[in-house]
């Protein structure tokens, strides 16, 4: 009995110092976004005693965050003057942001003229690792319809826009994600490796992807991939709908409109090549 109230005790206790360090936690990750937006162009680099005083917080506190930061790329140190600056890290992050703002921007006519060619809901998404993160939605007028909303996220491996994405990034790429932990979303989601490889192999012969119900039961869709100035697939753009309406034939009709438009919106953002 003794023994089970001392358990009971320390588990107590361990919730308590638990719910402490919480708020801890919170502000040590609120300081360290504030320590990252101190840094601007003018003053490209700071050193910790500049940080501390502009943070109200003790060099100590400066010095852990900034290790932290450095370790995750986030910061570097000049080790010359042991000043630190914004790590390449965030450089990428923004290029990400950029990508999307760009892509969103350039695509946004050209969603409208394709989702009144075909009146399915017209989407744009962007490959972020395993997963493709949608950008843009612009809904169906019918009642039944496919919903996306933006930021909503789904599995690279079995969406089409993320197969239109990830049949073209580098082998090393296309091998992670496939070699990951790939969960199925619905009774036909495809995960066998070696077959969704098959999968991705028929997107570049076509130039665009193709998805029945394997990411949403009742649903299918198609995409295209977008492309840069570098030639890069950066984005995707398509359509999605109830499995009724999108029959076969009507698939195989709406696909070069899909391709059309991700090349119309490739060219606007530089790429010149005249096919994928």
Known sequence: MDIALESKKQDVAQKKAARRAEPQRLSSVATAMHLLKTFSEGEAELGVTTLAKRLGVAKSTVYRLASTLVAEGMLE????NEKYRLGIALFGLGALV?????????????????????NETVRLAI?????????????????????????????????SEGRAMLAFQEEPAIERILGGELSPRTAK????????????????KTGYSLEDEQCEAGMR??????????????AAVGIAGPRQR???????????????????????LGYRAASF
């Open 189 to 204: 989601t495809e995960t066998d490796p070696v077959q969704l490889g098959k999968a991705l192999a028929r997107v570049r």
């Open 246 to 268: 999108l029959s076969e034939d009507v698939m195989e009709t709406f696909a070069p409109q899909v391709v059309e438009t991700a090349r119309v919106i490739s060219s606007r």
């Open 127 to 159: 490959l972020d690792g395993a997963d493709i993160m949608f950008v843009y939605d612009l809904e169906s007028t019918q009642a039944i319809r496919m919903r996306a909303n933006l930021g909503d996220r789904k599995p690279a491996f079995c969406s």
């Open 98 to 118: 950029r990508q999307r703002m760009n892509v969103s921007n350039e695509a946004r006519p050209h969603i409208f003229a394709l989702r009144e060619a075909t």
């Open 77 to 80: 140190q000049n080790r010359e």
């Open 221 to 234: 869709s198609l995409a295209a991939p977008i492309r840069d100035a570098d030639g890069r697939v950066v």
